[in-house]
């Protein structure tokens, strides 16, 4: 778990700094927050602070374990109709409880949460060099060349600022209605949380893959690139009327 800086680096009678512990990995546009936090640490003091931060992440001791009340989280859980919890460090089930209909193989969807394969799916895919985060949608959907939409990027895509509108809750739209869909907003101006974007992402996905030569489901390459190899099974992947994955939500699994 990252904590966030600005409490511990905080102090007396002095603006809080805004710095957090993932800002060393910020992507190249967060270059101006980047350089603000390291003016941050800039002194013996503040380095020392952040050091301290950091100590969340080292693991716990065993003998600090007996320490954490799972029952309790889990009691606080099961009364708020949890069906799952389980508490793992560096790979090591330290407490599991499965009450109600819950059970240790018994999936579940994920509803929304799906979404964020997406980044995953994305990562892997410009690592592979299928694509890039700055380009523009347009150069794999030729249909957006002549109008807004030429302009969004898959950044802009995938973090819901291209300018798609939210569409209809529930079941999500087809890749090719989702593609379809004009833009409601100037690409860049507005954050739109919906389910068209991943679907468009879905059809991006599709068609490079295809034009790689690989087979075109986007849910067959992300378990072969990244769920197989770190151990990951997923129960089931609900589908669209086109058989093409649904990336907005319908995935299962286990806890």
Partial sequence: TRVPCRRVLSRPRRRQS?????????????????????REI?????????AGACTAWVPLS??????????????????????SMLVMQSGELLYEDYPGAGASSRAWETASG??????????????DGL?????????TLGEWSNDTRAEITLRQLLTLTGGLPS????????YAQSVSTPVRDAP????QYGNPPFQVFGEIMRRKLRAAGRDGDP????RARVLDPIGVTVDRWRRGTDGLPFLPHGAALTA
Avoid: H, M, W
């Fill in 18 to 38: 805004p710095l957090c512990c993932s800002c060393v990995s910020t992507s190249d546009g967060d270059d101006r927050i980047r350089r603000q936090c390291l």
């Fill in 42 to 50: 800039k002194n013996r003091r503040d380095f020392l602070a952040l």
């Fill in 62 to 83: 065993a003998s600090a374990r007996p320490s954490l009340n799972f029952e309790s989280a889990a009691r606080y859980s099961a009364e708020r109709n949890g069906l």
């Fill in 114 to 127: 799906t979404k964020s394969f997406c980044g995953v799916l994305a990562a892997a895919a410009a690592a």
């Fill in 131 to 139: 694509l890039s985060l700055e380009e523009r949608c347009a150069a």
């Fill in 167 to 174: 569409g209809q809750l529930g079941r999500p739209p087809t």
């Fill in 188 to 191: 860049g101006t507005r954050f």
């Fill in 219 to 222: 849910v067959a390459y992300l």
